[in-house]
């Protein structure tokens, strides 16, 4: 902590004697604790991550709140996170995910990427079930955006910009940047689309509601066991989905990385379906978001019967 403190002071000196020409945009949202100077963003979890170092390049630092191979929905933050959020040039978020970030965020220093594009409305049997939204928000918004490439494409847009506010000397860069990430993101939104435009089936059975934007835009319909990750389905919700996989002849059931697979393995046993994983990305990939991606086109083709 103290030296931490002290970086971040002989920082702001060598930048105030240095470069007096700065004090013209100097409304404090420039402010670095790096070692090297650089803005530091946070990041709540991996896609927003990935999504940051993309637009960041190297003119930033980006740290993640949440660690690899946790589920990110009910994630608690430590003394040091809060104080690397707060001291961050931006965190980047989105709200409802996580109520955690959400209490600590600093208003002025913060991206929520919800914000920057058309939402979803919440999973559709949040009220017959009595359930809470999403990790215990009262959003009344689908938070899972990153699962639509398109959407996220305009994210980065949005974050190209936020991040050439907090940082004017460098907004080109991060401008330049975001234009090349929303350039691979529409090809990737491309390819999905493509590979899913005929498949035998359209329905997917997941563990959790994750995947509405990816359903959404793909045309495909999505039939959660649960709305969240935590919550254990209810007898009344398990024969219902069990009855619309049988309707709709559904071969795979899916579960997750991070989720347990238990209460998809007994629902796919039931209605004679196999499983698979398929990845939300709440958690660091083996590979990337992009990788990760192809891998989840890759097992929605096998698994809802689409010609390649
Ligand atoms: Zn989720």
Not at 93 to 108: E, S, T
Not at 160 to 178: M, S
Request: a negative charge; aromatic letters at 4%.
């Amino acid at each position: 902590m103290m030296s931490g403190f002290s970086r971040s002071s002989a920082a702001g000196l060598l930048a105030a004697a240095s470069v007096l020409t700065l004090a013209a945009c100097g409304s404090g949202s420039a402010e670095t604790s790096a070692t090297d100077g650089k803005p530091q963003v946070v990041a709540a979890f991996y896609p927003l991550q990935w999504l940051s170092e993309q637009v960041g390049g190297s003119d930033v630092q980006v740290s993640v709140l949440t660690s690899p191979g946790v589920e990110p929905h009910d994630v608690e933050l430590g003394i040091q996170q809060v104080t690397a959020l707060r001291d961050a040039a931006l965190t980047v978020y989105i709200k409802g995910i996580q109520p955690a970030v959400d209490d600590a965020v600093n208003a002025d220093k913060s991206f929520d990427a919800a914000t920057a594009v058309a939402t979803l409305p919440a999973g559709e049997h949040a009220e017959e079930e009595g359930e809470e939204a999403h990790g215990h928000e009262e959003v009344s918004y689908d938070p899972h955006l990153w699962l639509d490439p398109a959407r996220l494409a305009t994210v980065a847009t949005k974050l190209g910009e936020r991040l050439g506010a907090a940082d004017p000397a460098h907004a080109q860069a991060y401008k330049d940047r975001a234009a090349k990430t929303a350039t691979t993101l529409g090809a990737l939104d491309q390819e999905i689309a493509k590979g899913l435009t005929t498949c035998k089936s359209k329905t997917l059975v997941t563990a959790h509601e994750a995947f509405g934007y990816l359903a959404d835009r793909y045309k495909l319909k999505q039939v959660g066991i649960t709305l969240d990750p935590e919550t254990e389905p209810s007898p009344a919700r398990l024969s219902e989905v069990a009855k619309l996989a049988r309707a709709e002849g559904v071969s795979t059931i899916f579960t997750e990385t991070l989720v347990n697979p238990k209460v998809a393995e007994v629902l796919a046993n039931e209605v004679g379906a196999k499983t698979a994983v398929l990845d939300p990305l709440e958690s660091k990939p083996s590979g990337d978001y992009l990788s990760a991606m192809r891998d989840n086109l890759k097992t929605l083709q096998t698994a809802l019967g689409c010609m390649a």
